[in-house]
């Protein structure tokens, strides 16, 4: 396919999304299925734009004055892919499969807006009711967070440390380009590409196969990391859901000590157990009901509570859900979060450790909730992660954000991983 059929077939995909509310998987997938001709690297150009302008949609069609599906996709091209108008104009010339050029007020609007003008919303990619919560958790800094956040992602990787290490991972994946992580101990990383570029399928390698690493954002092997459980250990991942941090956490303790691994919904801890199978861990305990943690109050050294969230810190790998965000939403997850930290304290056992971890920026989901917890349950108290942020990964790393000097949030603009909140709460 050349560029026109690429451009027409987003511009089919971001359509289906729309009027039918879609996730983007189903809707990419589902055009694919329906276009059996195009080619691997005709689905992977065309998921690059579909993700693209979803990560850019309100500058886009502020740009163009126009929201509509055709309007971004040029726009992607336009501004993001780093082709001039006259150069796409030209390029789509004579192609059957091409969509209609841009219409007359489209191309004015282009020419002649500017972006600097745009309301900041609308600068940052953010819905409008969020700025808010952006300017709370980042200060004059926010626009550039937001910014930060409506770009492409690398694709990290952990070693599994308990069959292989950085050097030799990083060998069998010479192809890739993955390189050594700049802070996660064990992380590697493959670049975001540009344009129609395709990221290498690094789980059909034969050393994913073997089990020497798993795929797991940068951010998210930080705070697995930051909770340093210790070989011979008791640790409870009490929302272990697919087990990224438990599998992070089993590989620190070398598979000495145990792991017990909860979470609430069956569905979501299923793929746990194929998982653990292939990193060779021996120290994981499964549990889909509490009634299997009756047992063990008061009895971990480390709980962890990786939260529910409305993870707005993974909106540049899943921009779809940026716009469907209601306040409705951030409110049945900030009760969901009380709950479950509530629920896991009991697990703590007098002088161990509660950890507070969420994929958002949002200070409601962070910062608020980790202080009410506390208010409430005197006898938890905030311990500083700076002391163990440089034990572990070097003094000199750049330090992540805080807003009270004790609790750190990671961020793309900040740190180049995905926004994550981290909280150290020692049962006193
Ligand atoms: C952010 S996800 C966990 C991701 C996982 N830790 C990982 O690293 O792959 C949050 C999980 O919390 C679970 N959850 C929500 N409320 C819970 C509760 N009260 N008790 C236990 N699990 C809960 C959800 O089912 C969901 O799987």
Known sequence: MRLGGRLSGAIEVLNDIETRRRPVADALKDWGLAHRFAGSGDRAAIGNIVYDALRMKLSHAYLMDDDSASALGWSVLLRQWGMSLDQLTSELDGDNFAPAPLTADQTAAFTSRDISQAPLHVQGDIPDWIQPSFEEAFGSDWLMEARALATRPTLDLRVNTLKAHREKVLKALDRSGAQASPIARFGMRVPAGEGPSRLPNVTAELSFQKGWFEVQDEGSQIVADLVDPREGEQVLDFCAGGGGKTLAMAAAMNNKGQVHAYDADRKRLAPIIERLKRAGTHNVQVHDSAKGLANLKERFDRVLVDAPCTGTGTWRRRPDTKWRLTDRNVAERTEQQQLALK???????????????????LPE?????????????????????????????????????SLDGKTVTLSPASMDTDGFFFCRMMRT
């Open 365 to 401: 989901e962070n910062d608020r909730q980790v202080q009410a917890f506390c208010a409430e349950n005197t006898g938890f108290e905030i311990v500083p992660v700076v002391s163990d942020w440089k034990r572990l990964f070097g003094a000199d790393k750049p330090m992540p954000r």
């Open 343 to 361: 629920d896991a304290a009991e697990y703590v056992r007098p002088g161990g450790s509660l950890y507070y971890v969420t994929c958002s920026v």
